[in-house]
């Protein structure tokens, strides 16, 4: 009997790989996780492991070795705790003043994602204060109130991009001014707060999160600008990492002002190197190819093809997303990457709304925004839904969950806010 205990055991640790969950965009900034060993068949009640009262905000937490960091707002203090993940139990907590009112709604809540890199939790608050704590203490190692600092500039909902860790740099954008020029993005030293480099560009800072990829051997940084200005402007810049050269941009924005960009950018094939960026408001999806010299074209473009804020799936040579400027219109679409064609366009039965869409080694998972959970099969051909279940229904469930260790934390926004820690571990 022991013998064979240890046999199940043994075949069901070869089965499974669990991954941490640093940052907004999951372990390898697009959506994904190698995590395996997930409950395939969604009961009707998911169970629930543990679950937290919280404030306002619209960011998701960041898992790293058996800790939850989440941030949020409570009164007039922006929040970060530090919970452990099989329990919720607290471990820590930092408060610290953040006065702000919002001039077109949206709440009060910080828009950012915690991100845990170099043992260290770095935050960047609604009003624009950069910090970093000590993981295991929630000590503040340095803080930097970047609004003051660098000038920026006017921003519709707060602050809003959540920052990148990239080596020893943490890369943010800013949409300030520097010695009278507009200033960008800037890398910190994680260690120091340190400024190492910015980079000089009109376009403002927008709510898109940025990303690390290497084009044509260079590493560089994928920034989908674009911040509260009139003319509206903004797109996709291509900044080099070790010294915040712009290498390439190509433009990409609504015409109308009240606008935002906030879908990620996605670098959806190597060789050609295209990157694809995406809004909701009119101008839709643009693919962009770089050539070796680092001079753009458009590969193709479909105003169609507007996500909001969900980033896209890139699988089997075609980009999936939740497109559509309300919940009534939205709908799942694939499409070529190398000619744009529409593959296909489906509600999938309906209610999933805005949806987001997370991609792990057992399949597709998808949070509907009023609460509703999926495993979906996505291919070129179409899309099915194989296992739904609801876990609440609440508005606004526009958060990207995270996973990690099989345990799936979902944040609900509206009503009774709180993030759920819910067990998707196969039995």
Not at 372 to 391: F, N, Y
């Amino acid at each position: 009997m022991i013998l064979r205990h240890l046999l199940v055991t043994a075949a069901l640790a070869a089965a499974t790989h669990a991954a941490d969950w640093p940052r907004l965009l999951g372990p390898v900034d697009n959506c994904t996780t190698p995590e395996t060993g997930l409950r395939r068949e969604l009961p009707t009640q998911l169970p629930v492991l543990w679950e937290m009262e919280k404030g306002e905000g619209m960011g998701g937490p960041a898992i790293v070795g058996g800790r939850v960091i989440v941030f949020h707002r409570q009164g007039e203090n922006e929040v970060v705790e530090s919970r452990d993940a099989a329990t919720g139990a607290q471990q820590w907590v930092q408060r610290s003043p953040a006065p702000y009112q919002p001039r077109y709604g949206g709440g009060l809540g910080p828009r950012t994602s915690p991100v845990v890199a170099e043992g260290r939790v770095f935050t960047f608050g609604v009003t624009g204060k950069l910090t970093a704590l000590e993981m295991a203490t929630g000590k503040v190692i340095w803080q930097r109130d970047c609004a003051r600092e660098f000038e920026m500039q006017p921003v519709f909902f707060g602050i809003g991009s959540t920052p990148l860790v990239v080596g020893k740099r943490l890369i943010v954008q800013l949409g300030g001014k520097e010695n009278g020029l507009p200033l960008q993005t800037a890398a910190l030293d994680v260690a120091t707060g340190k400024k190492l480099w910015t980079t000089t560009h009109e376009w403002g800072a927008s709510y898109a999160s940025s990303v690390p990829a290497t084009i044509h051997g260079k590493e560089c940084v994928l920034v989908f600008a674009g911040g509260q200005s009139r003319p509206p402007t903004g797109g996709l810049l291509v900044i080099e990492t070790a010294t915040g050269k712009v290498l390439a941009s190509a433009a990409h924005r609504a015409e109308m002002a009240e606008s935002v960009n906030a879908s990620s950018p996605v670098l959806v094939s190597a060789n050609p190197a295209r990157v694809f960026v995406s809004e909701a408001y009119t101008a839709g999806g643009l693919c962009v190819e770089i050539a070796p010299d680092f001079s753009t074209k458009t590969a193709w473009v479909d105003e169609k093809l507007g996500l909001y804020w969900m980033t896209p799936l890139v699988r089997d040579g075609a980009v999936f997303g939740s497109a559509g400027m309300s919940e009534r219109l939205a709908e799942f679409t694939a499409h070529d990457v190398a000619t744009g064609k529409q593959l296909w366009r489906d509600d999938l039965g309906g209610a999933f709304g805005r949806a987001s869409l997370l991609a792990t080694g057992d399949g597709v998972l998808c949070l509907g925004e009023f609460g509703d959970l999926a495993w979906l099969e996505l291919t070129r051909s179409g899309g099915r839904v194989l296992s739904r279940t609801k876990l609440f229904h609440a508005p606004e469930t526009w958060t990207l969950p995270a996973l990690a260790d099989g345990r799936i934390y979902v944040s609900q926004n509206e009503g009774k806010r709180r993030l759920v820690c819910y067990d998707l571990r196969a039995k």
